[in-house]
């Protein structure tokens, strides 16, 4: 492995591509990786609407019959660096569903496999993923946050949803969640030779992700954090912050809008 080291440090990129899904221990995963000197994206830390705009673009061009989609050439080397790999070595949470296109886009580098039993892991994706993005509550807010606020957040996160199982409704997310968790598993283990890839288990502890990644055994507990409660809890901080990012640039278009208007209004009335 050596020397595909050296090749990513010569060429930059991401150095290890996370494999795995929403809901599978990626938070704790990415705590891991940062406290063993890796800087890393996960959506929880850095959710700027420019990322956003980018996510959606990657779906559109890894799905094109996802609903709403717009046309453009699947994602090249170039692009992915765009999103993730100029700043990033690992990406945790987002890049999973991009896991095929990523293992193309950056051969050289080592890939963990984390898999949580399906029947265990998809009510929290349901719960967590699903339910918020889907329910009758969000609607009003995905149309402001675009029409209004710029933020793409909502529609990005179809695009994925949609593109990765194969579905244009939430019932058919639902009806294809089994065949596209498996189909998605076997794709990345015949894509990627075993000497190049972690099978990780949740619960394995720092050894075998260390000796694979070739760090040094840190010297304080693995990391386990962003059960439901607190995902539900980080969720919500995180859509927060992005609104009043998004309402703190767009006001001052708003308060001049507003004083033209009412100018033209008094111009009227005089």
């Known amino acids: 492995m050596q020397g595909s080291e050296s090749l990513l440090r010569e060429e930059g990129g991401l150095q290890v ?13 990415a705590t891991a990786y940062r406290m063993l000197g890796y800087t890393v994206f996960h959506g929880l830390d850095d959710m700027k609407q420019e990322t956003w705009s980018l996510i959606e673009e990657a779906a559109e061009a890894t799905w094109p019959s996802a609903p709403d989609a717009r046309p453009r050439p699947p994602f090249a080397r170039a692009d992915w660096d765009r999103l993730w790999g100029a700043r990033y070595d690992i990406v945790t949470d987002h890049g999973g569903p991009f896991a095929a296109q990523l293992i193309s886009a950056y051969p050289a580098a080592k890939v963990v496999i984390v898999q949580r039993d399906f029947d265990e892991w998809w009510p929290s994706f349901r719960s967590q993923l699903l339910d918020p993005l889907f329910s009758p509550r969000a609607q009003p807010f995905i149309f ?59 619960g394995d502890g720092w050894e075998p992700l ?61």
């Open 17 to 29: 591509i996370h494999t795995s899904l929403f809901r599978m221990g990626t938070n704790s995963l």
């Open 210 to 270: 260390c000796t694979f990644l070739g760090k040094d055994v840190p010297d304080v507990p693995f990391p386990h954090t962003n059960n439901r409660k607190l995902h539900s809890e980080e969720h919500q901080r995180t859509v927060k912050s992005i609104y009043l990012a998004s309402a703190n640039r767009v006001m001052p278009w708003i308060a001049g809008a507003a004083a033209v208007a009412l100018a033209g209004w008094y111009t009227v009335q005089s």
């Open 144 to 202: 402001l946050g675009w029409h209004v606020l710029g933020i793409r957040a909502g529609h990005a996160m179809r695009k994925e949803h949609f593109g990765f199982f194969g579905a244009r409704s939430r019932a058919e997310i639902e009806a294809n969640a089994r065949a596209t968790y498996d189909s998605y598993f076997e794709t990345v283990r015949r894509l990627v030779p075993e000497e190049r890839r972690l099978e990780y288990a949740l």
